[in-house]
């Protein structure tokens, strides 16, 4: 049987239908298939990803050449989510182990388990490829008030102990904690974090959890060099006044820092990178861009022989995140800088772009 409590017949969500094409609409609330829940949304967090699929970046919409379309319009949008188990169907309580009220939060990919990299164990690099809150009605996503999890996600208990802020944070964190993973800081090395959105400056958090030798984060606004600063950072520099590969020389006897780790979704960033980085360092690519980036491949080869690592989704750190809230060893604080209600996620877009917010939350009714 379907175990449920009684859900409206519509319900309020965010759906695109196109690049600048946003709309919020009544549309029909989902009813939970064999294995499947319904989730009351509670919050959603707006991702800088949110904002360049809204304004047409080639990799979502496509480009005719490099990238075929990965959005499937017209879909709900929304994948920093977290909220309550509404609605179960068939078999759903024992498929995912839970409860109905209890607090959920699901992955934002649905590896389709099928593919060479599912097959493999890599399920975060899952072909197909679905995410929520990019296809429609496959991957409908959490700027609504109620979402459909398929039977394909993988969905983690939240901590009670968690915050509405902390439970829509959780995707952003997962995903900079595989960032830090990936760059294997040493107790010895200098570490350069460029870009103070909300995940970069969660990186910086999580970094000075690693105990590197020196921390330093790059931005160009000085209130987040100084958030930065109270996270644990050791130096802060700003680009549009600071020479940012000398003052990094500067530090380290003119050899350049170990790792670098690319949060700013700007060319310029990585190019500011490869210069400041190291003979045999490690760069770690985490951003989503709006345009290519064109580089110099003798400085990553023939002059430097660098570690050039890319960083994909949240692999297996979903439950290192929720621990790291819990205990108080990681903060939101400061992070979630504004608070919209859905009914105005227009406002909480253009919020979002802003230079003085750092991370926008939806919440629902």
Wanted: charged fraction near 20%.
């Amino acid at each position: 049987m379907t175990a449920t409590v009684p859900l409206p017949d519509t319900m309020q969500a965010v759906v695109c239908h196109g690049p600048n094409d946003y709309r919020l609409a009544s549309v029909p609330t989902p009813n939970p298939g064999p294995n499947e829940l319904i989730l009351k949304v509670h919050a959603c967090g707006i991702c800088g990803s949110d904002l360049k699929c809204r304004d047409g970046a080639a990799m979502y919409w496509g480009d005719g050449e490099r990238f075929a379309p990965f959005v499937k319009p017209p879909m709900i949008v929304g994948h920093e989510f977290a909220g309550e188990v509404a609605a179960l169907g068939d078999g759903a309580a024992e498929h995912f182990g839970v409860e109905l009220g209890m607090r959920v939060v699901p992955e934002q990919i649905l590896p389709c388990g099928k593919c060479l990299y599912c097959r493999r164990g890599h399920y975060w690099m899952c072909e197909v490829h679905n995410i929520f809150g990019f296809q429609g009605g496959v991957a409908d996503g959490g700027m609504a008030d109620y979402l459909r999890v398929p039977a394909n996600a993988i969905l983690h208990p939240v901590d009670p102990r968690l915050s509405l802020d902390d439970a829509a944070f959780l995707e952003p964190l997962a995903c900079g904690i595989h960032a830090v993973n990936r760059a294997e800081i040493q107790f010895d090395d200098t570490v350069v974090i460029a870009g103070g959105g909300p995940i970069g400056l969660a990186m910086v958090q999580l970094a000075r959890l690693k105990t590197p030798k020196r921390l330093i984060l790059v931005d160009t606004h000085d209130d987040r060099l100084t958030l930065a600063r109270e996270f644990g950072a050791d130096h802060g520099f700003n680009p549009h006044r600071d020479d940012i590969a000398r003052e990094i020389r500067a530090l380290t006897a003119g050899y350049g820092c170990d790792v670098y780790i690319d949060a700013t979704g700007s060319p310029s960033g990585v190019i500011q990178g490869l210069e400041s980085l190291r003979k045999l360092g490690r760069f770690v690519e985490f951003s989503v861009f709006k345009e290519p980036t064109s580089v110099d491949w003798s400085t990553i080869g023939d002059r430097k022989e660098l570690d050039i690592r890319g960083s994909h989704l949240s692999p297996h750190t979903y439950p290192v995140a929720i621990d790291l809230l819990a205990r108080g060893l990681v903060t939101t604080r400061g992070l979630v800088t504004h608070h919209v209600p859905l009914a105005e996620f227009e406002r909480g877009f253009e919020v979002a772009a802003r230079r003085d917010s750092i991370k926008v939350v939806l919440t629902m009714a």
